[in-house]
C-alpha cells in the first residue's frame, strides 16, 4: 500500500541488495517520491531468488520485486562522467540520498558526501554499510551468519550440547534498513527544526544488530551472569518462555506474570500447582523450572495448535500455534485486516506481499506500484524532469550510460 | 552541538515493556522531551516484580532492561485508576506533541483516553498506538510479548538446525524492538505529515505487521515455488561452508560464498589438504558433500580459539567472526574502536555500559548516556514546572497517592 504522507519529499536512491532498498521501499510506502539509480546492467540483486520454477528470464526475483513497489526506476553508469552529471541533475532538490555502498565508494564516484552537502545545503545522505564508516573492521566482508554471531543474537539460541543457531533469512538486513528510514526522517526533522540544512548519517549494521539485543550485554554486567542456550525455552528464568510440540505442530507459550501461570494451571486442569510448593512464586518456579517444564510439555502433546491457541487465549496466556509462512499468508487475523497486498508483478505475475506496518489515521492509501522493471522511467525522469530531448537521450543509450 | 529536536518536542509515554518504551527512549535520544508516566500501583512490569526482594533492596530499581530502555526521560507517576489522575494526564496531552501507547486496544478507551476523546484537546497531537495484533480483527484481544509476535509472524517457524528437530524462538524477543523501531518511524512520518497539513493523527502499529516483512522472502518463496521454506540451521541454500563451529571454549562462525574464498579458508587454516580435497573442490560439491566438509571443519577448529582465528580470518579478507556472549561482545573490538557501548550513571545501580547508537550524525548526535528514572523521579517538575502546579497542589497528590514515589504497595496498608 502507498500512503502520502510523504508527498513533499523527494529521495535519490543508490542502494541495492537488502537494507538500503528496505530503507527507501519505505520511504515510498509513505509517500515519498522514491528514484532508484541503477547501473545499466541492473543492481547486484535483481536477479536474486526466489523465482517460479519455471522462470527463465526476466529482471527480477521475488526479493526485488517485494523490496522496489512504489519506486520508479532509472540507470545511470556512475563510472562515466556524463553519467555523474546527470546524477548531480538528479540532486537537484532532493531531501535524501541514500545509499549503501562499502565505505569510501561514494567518494570513489567523485560524490562525496561532504562536496554533495556544500553543493545542496537542503540535502542529508544517509549511508548504511555493514560495520560503519570507519574502525578497524570498516572494510571487512560481513553476511548475515557473522552479523548476528558478532552482534550477541545467535549465542543463546539452540541446544545446550550442540552449537548455537543463527536467526533466519537476512533479518538484521531488514532492521538495518529501518535505522536508515528512520535516519532519513530523522535528518529532515534536524534540518526544518534546528539546523536549516542537511548533514550526512553512517548508518551501521553491526551497531543495529547490537542494539537490538539488549538484554546480554547490560544484564550481564548487572547479574555476572552470561545467558546460555536453555534448548526449547528462550532462557530459564522465573518465567516459562517455551516453544513445544504439540498433536499437529508445536506452539508457544510466554508465561511471565503470577496471573498467567495460574491461568495457565488451570487450562492444564491442574489447580493443585497454583499453591504446590515447588512452583508457588516466580523464584520457585525459577529454581523448578526443570520440573515444571516436564509438566507443560506432557500437556502440550495431548492437544493440537489450534485449541492451545484459542483455549490458551479465552484465558488471557500468551499462547500461540507456531505457523509455517503459507499457514501465514491465510491466517485470519491479517487477512480480515487486508494486510497482505496482491500485486501484479510484469515479470512474477499475481504475487502476495506483506503490507505496511503502520496504518496512519489521516487518509487511506492507495494500491502499490510494482517494483520499476530496468530503466523504466529513463524518459519520465531524464526526459520529462530533466529536459533532455529524444535525441540526447538516444546518444546516452547509445555510450551506454542509461 | 545541538540534537535533532533541541527540547522542542514534548512526548508522553504511556507505555510498558520494551515496544513502546523502546520508542520513547528512541525519540529521547533525538533531544524530544519525553515524559515517562507510570502507575505506583501497576509500574512499568519490565521493572519486575516486587516479591524479587523486600523493600529496602529497591528491586524495581534494579532492572537492566528498564533502565536500558528508559534512559534520557523524565519519570512521573499518576494512579491511572483515578479521575483525577486521567484529568492531569489530559492536561499533560494538552502540551505534547506525541502521545506513546502499547496497550491492548481496549485499554485506553477504559481509562477514558480515547483518540476521540484526547484530539479536540490538541489537534497537533500525533499519537501511537502499538497493539500486538492490531485494534481489529478476530485476534485483536489476543496477548502476546515480543516472543509471540515473532510466533505468530513466521519467523519461529523458520528457525532449527538443518538435520530436523524442533523450531526454536529467538534471543531477543524480536517483535519488540521492530515495534519500538517501526513505532519510531511512524511517529516521525506522522510528524512530518503534520508540517504539510497542521493536523496530527492517530497511528496504528499492529506489532504483527512490523515483523512480517523480515521474513517477505520465504513468504515469496512458498508462493513462487510451491515449497514452504524449511529451517535451514546455519547453512546457505546455495553456498558451503556456511556454519558456525565449536572453536576452543567458543565457537567460530565462518562462510565461503566462492571456490577461490574456500581455497583461501583453507590454507589460512593451515588445511592445505582440504583446499586440494577434490570432494569440496567446487561449490556443487562443497554443497553435495556438505555433512563431510562440516566434520572435517569441526575437527581442525576445535582445538584452535575463536577470538584469534576470527581475526586471522577477517583479516584475510574472509567471512568469519566469532559467536558472541554477553560477556564477549562488551570487546569487540569494532564496536569498541566506535565507542558503542557508553557509560551511564544510574542511582541505585551506579555505572555501567550501555548500547549506544546505530545512526552516526554528522551534525546533531544522538544522546544515549543519560540514566533512565526512577519511579516518580521527576514528578516535581513535570507537575511543578510543566503543568504549574502549586506546592500545596503538588503535596495534596502525594496525600492522596495519586502520585508517589513508591510501590503503592508500601505505602497503603493492606486491607484486613
Redesign the interface.
Known amino acids: 500500500m502507498r500512503y502520502s504522507s510523504l508527498r513533499n519529499t523527494y529521495v535519490v536512491d543508490l542502494t541495492h541488495h537488502i537494507a538500503g532498498p528496505y530503507a527507501t521501499r519505505l520511504l515510498a510506502e509513505v509517500g515519498a517520491d522514491v528514484i532508484k539509480v541503477e547501473p545499466p546492467w541492473g543492481e547486484g540483486a535483481r536477479k536474486a531468488g526466489p523465482h517460479r520454477p519455471e522462470q527463465t528470464n526476466g529482471d527480477r526475483g521475488g526479493r526485488f520485486a517485494f523490496l522496489n513497489t512504489n519506486k520508479l526506476g532509472v540507470t545511470l553508469n556512475l563510472k562515466h562522467q556524463r553519467g555523474v552529471e546527470l546524477f548531480m541533475k538528479l540532486l537537484d532538490g532532493a531531501d535524501l540520498l541514500i545509499e549503501n555502498f562499502a565505505p569510501g565508494t561514494l567518494e570513489k564516484l567523485g560524490l562525496a558526501s561532504e562536496d554533495l552537502l556544500k553543493r545542496f545545503p537542503k540535502l542529508s545522505v544517509i549511508s548504511i554499510s555493514n560495520f560503519g564508516a570507519d574502525g578497524p573492521d570498516r572494510d571487512a566482508h560481513l553476511n548475515d551468519l557473522t552479523l548476528f554471531a558478532r552482534g550477541g543474537w545467535t549465542y543463546p539460541v539452540g541446544e545446550p550440547d550442540r552449537e548455537p543457531l543463527t536467526p533466519p533469512g537476512s533479518l538484521a538486513q531488514y532492521i538495518g534498513g529501518l535505522f536508515g528510514a528512520i535516519a532519513a526522517m530523522q535528518s529532515m526533522l534536524a534540518r526544518d527544526l534546528t539546523l536549516g540544512y542537511g548533514q550526512h548519517v553512517d548508518v551501521a549494521l553491526l551497531e543495529a544488530a547490537a542494539l537490538t539485543m539488549i538484554y546480554e550485554p547490560v544484564g550481564f554486567q548487572y547479574s555476572g551472569v552470561v545467558r546460555e542456550r536453555a534448548g526449547k525455552r528462550f532462557a530459564v528464568g522465573p518465567f516459562m518462555i517455551v516453544t513445544l510440540k504439540c498433536q499437529d505442530g508445536y506452539a508457544g507459550v510466554q508465561c511471565v506474570t503470577d496471573k498467567q501461570f495460574e491461568n495457565l494451571c488451570e487450562l492444564m486442569g491442574k489447580p493443585e500447582l497454583i499453591t504446590d510448593d515447588r512452583f508457588k512464586t516466580a523464584l520457585q518456579r525459577y529454581v523448578n523450572n526443570d520440573a515444571l517444564l516436564a509438566i507443560v510439555e506432557e500437556f502440550f502433546l495431548q492437544h493440537d495448535r489450534k485449541w492451545l491457541h484459542r483455549e490458551g487465549q479465552a484465558r488471557a496466556i500468551p499462547l500461540v500455534g507456531i505457523p509455517n509462512v503459507a499457514e501465514l499468508l491465510e491466517w485470519e487475523q491479517l487477512t480480515s485486516r487486508k494486510y497482505f497486498e496482491t500485486i501484479d508483478d510484469p515479470v512474477l505475475g499475481r504475487i502476495r506481499i506483506p503490507g505496511a506496518p503502520l496504518r496512519m489515521g489521516s487518509h487511506r492509501p492507495e494500491p502499490s506500484r510494482p517494483a520499476p522493471r530496468l530503466g523504466e522511467h529513463n524518459r519520465e525522469i531524464f526526459g520529462g524532469r530533466l529536459g533532455l530531448n529524444d535525441r540526447e537521450l538516444t546518444d546516452l543509450k547509445t555510450a551506454g550510460i542509461i | 552541538m ?5 527540547g ?2 514534548r512526548a508522553i509515554d504511556l507505555s510498558m515493556g ?1 515496544a513502546g518504551p523502546l520508542l520513547g527512549e ?1 525519540l529521547a535520544e ?1 533531544g524530544v522531551e519525553v515524559i515517562k508516566i507510570e502507575d505506583t500501583l501497576h509500574f512499568d ?1 519490565w521493572r519486575g ?1 516486587l ?2 526482594g523486600p523493600p529496602e533492596m529497591q528491586v524495581i530499581e ?1 532492572s ?2 528498564f ?3 528508559n534512559r534520557g526521560k523524565i519519570g512521573a507517576t499518576l494512579d491511572l485508576t483515578s479521575p483525577r489522575g486521567i484529568e492531569i494526564v489530559k492536561r499533560l496531552v494538552a502540551t505534547a506533541d506525541i502521545l506513546i501507547e502499547n496497550y491492548s486496544p481496549d485499554v485506553m478507551p477504559k481509562l477514558g483516553l480515547a ?1 476521540g476523546t484526547l484530539a479536540p484537546l490538541n489537534p497537533r497531537l500525533v499519537m501511537i498506538s502499538m497493539p500486538s ?2 485494534a ?4 485483536r ?5 515480543g ?2 509476535i515473532e ?11 538443518h538435520d530436523g528437530g ?9 517483535g519488540d ?2 515495534a519500538g ?2 513505532g ?3 511517529v ?6 503534520r ?3 497542521g ?1 496530527g ?6 506489532q ?3 515483523v ?15 515449497q ?2 524449511k ?4 547453512r ?1 541454500p546455495q553456498h558451503a561452508p ?5 572453536c576452543g571454549s567458543g ?1 567460530i ?3 565461503a ?1 566462492s571456490d577461490e574464498q574456500w581455497r583461501e579458508l583453507a590454507v589460512v587454516l593451515g588445511l592445505e589438504s582440504l583446499a586440494n580435497d577434490s570432494r569440496f573442490a567446487t561449490t556443487p560439491e562443497r554443497k553435495r558433500n556438505e555433512d563431510a566438509l562440516d566434520a572435517e571443519l569441526s575437527r581442525a577448529l576445535k582445538d584452535l580459539g575463536a577470538d584469534e582465528t576470527s581475526r586471522k580470518l ?1 583479516d584475510a ?14 570487546g ?4 569498541s ?2 565507542g ?2 557508553v557509560p551511564v550513571e544510574r542511582a541505585v ?1 551506579g555505572t ?13 548526535p544522538l544522546v544515549a548516556d543519560r540514566p533512565a528514572p526512577l519511579l516518580g523521579e521527576h514528578n516535581r517538575k513535570v507537575f511543578g514546572e510543566i503543568l504549574r502546579m502549586s506546592d500545596a497542589e503538588i503535596e495534596a497528590l502525594e496525600r492522596d497517592k495519586i502520585i508517589g514515589t513508591l510501590p503503592r504497595q508500601f505505602t497503603t496498608p493492606k486491607a484486613a
Not at chain 2, 545541538?2 to 533541541?6: A, D, Q
Not at chain 2, 556456511?242 to 565449536?246: E, Q
Open positions: 545541538k540534537t535533532i529536536v533541541e522542542k518536542l520494551w528512541l533525538m512490569w516484580s516479591s524479587m534494579r537492566a532492561p533502565n536500558t530502555a483518540w495484533f492490531g481489529e480483527g478476530p485476534e484481544n489476543a496477548r502476546g510479548y516472543n509471540t510466533a505468530v509472524a513466521g519467523v519461529t517457524g523458520l528457525v532449527g538446525y524442533q523450531p526454536y524462538t529467538l534471543s531477543n524477543a524480536l524492538p521492530s523501531l517501526n519510531l518511524f511512524a516521525l512520518v506522522g510528524l512530518r505529515e508540517e504539510d497539513t493536523r493523527q492517530h497511528i496504528e502499529l499492529a504483527v505487521e512490523g512480517v516483512p523480515f521474513v517477505a522472502e520465504a513468504i515469496l518463496e512458498a508462493q513462487l515455488t510451491g514452504v521454506p529451517p535451514r540451521g546455519n546457505h556456511h556454519g558456525i563451529y565449536r565457537f562462525a565462518l562462510a560464498d577477517i579478507g574472509l567471512i568469519a567472526g566469532q559467536v558472541h556472549s554477553a560477556a564477549d561482545i562488551l569487540d573490538a569494532q564496536l574502536a566506535r558503542f557501548f545501580v555501567h555500559l550501555y548500547p549506544g547508537v546505530a545512526e552516526h550524525f554528522s551534525e546533531t
